[in-house]
């Protein structure tokens, strides 16, 4: 009998050793992106949502307007906010649009962080912890001083998202490091992919001199990349892209795409649940804004980037 007392204490202090004390505290905690159903790039940060709470023993929710309406979104930030979640990550995609949310949100007492979306003085304005994302204008500035000393003098930037003017900074950086005026290379290209590749080809047919494409996702890239595979095109003219997915990373494998800029967006929402965990339960707090990108990644650089695109990186 003692023997089967002292097998029994062995596999509870086994159990106990593989569970977390932390995963009995179960603190929820909602994410609150402006991504539309249909972007796949936001997968990623799904993963890593879920991979943060399992670790840490928090309840996780994503939320999104379906079609991507920042006012939608909007609602969702109050609807989240009224029930009194332990801590709320958010985008801000449009600060005239999304600060008066935060803003009420983080008066309640509840701890905001603002990721992906937005800059570290904004998520200062709206009274959030901290800011862990891609500077975006720092990023298309650097992109676009890489393409200059690769020799490209013009470009066409396929913006998917025209309605987040922080995404839209991405261009004008990018314009700025090339030294040139954004003017009119910017379109809308709107999010349908047949729309977006007719868009390109029709662009590139009406301005020749084009030398560099710069889309900014997954959701004008692949679009973009047929586009140059139709038109003869892919492999002739500079392309450069904000972050990874599949046909991306393929491109880059094939020589359609001579890099793209990776951002982590892994750690994005992952590093908010921790952060906000260890606030909550301690009151610790980093004391610095968390840059995640920008990385360039190169033909010469996938490795893991290939096996993980779309799934962590």
């Known amino acids: 009998m003692k023997k089967i007392a002292v097998i029994i204490l062995a596999a509870v202090m086994s159990v106990a050793m593989l569970t977390p004390i932390a995963q009995a505290k179960n603190e929820r905690i909602i994410l609150i992106s402006h991504a539309p159903d249909s972007d796949s790039w936001w997968n990623t940060i799904k993963n890593a949502l879920k991979l943060a709470g399992k670790q840490v023993g928090a309840k996780v929710e994503y939320r999104n307007p379906p079609t991507g309406d920042i006012g939608d979104m909007a609602r969702l930030i109050d609807q989240a ?19 008066g949310p935060i803003k009420r949100a983080v008066d309640k007492g509840i701890p905001v962080i603002i990721m992906n979306s937005g800059t570290p003085e904004q998520a200062a304005d709206v009274g959030a912890l901290m800011y862990v994302g891609q500077p975006e204008y720092d990023a298309g500035l650097a992109a676009g001083k890489r393409a200059k000393r690769d020799g490209v003098k013009s470009f066409l930037c396929v913006n998917h998202v025209i309605s987040n003017p922080v995404v839209a900074e991405r261009c004008r950086g990018f314009a ?26 029709a662009y590139l047919k009406a301005n020749p001199k084009t030398d560099g494409i710069l889309t900014l996702g997954p959701t ?33 494998k094939d020589g359609t795409i001579q890099w793209g800029i990776d951002q982590q967006p892994f750690l994005q929402a992952y590093l908010p649940v921790i952060v906000l965990v260890n606030y909550k339960r301690y009151g610790v707090l980093p004391g610095n804004n968390i840059n995640s990108g920008p990385g360039f990644i190169t033909k010469d650089a996938l490795g893991l980037v290939e096996k993980y695109a779309g799934e962590y990186r």
């Open 81 to 99: 906010a009224a029930s009194n979640p332990a801590g709320i990550i958010t985008t801000l995609a449009d600060p005239s649009v999304l600060s």
């Open 176 to 201: 700025d490091g090339l030294g040139v005026k954004l003017g009119k290379s910017m379109i809308d290209s709107g999010q349908d992919p047949a729309e977006i590749k007719n868009k390109v080809k």
């Open 220 to 252: 004008s890239a692949d679009p973009t990349i047929q586009a140059l595979k139709e038109n003869g095109m892919a492999g002739s003219i500079y392309f450069g892209t904000f972050d990874l997915g599949t046909e991306i990373v393929k491109g880059i």
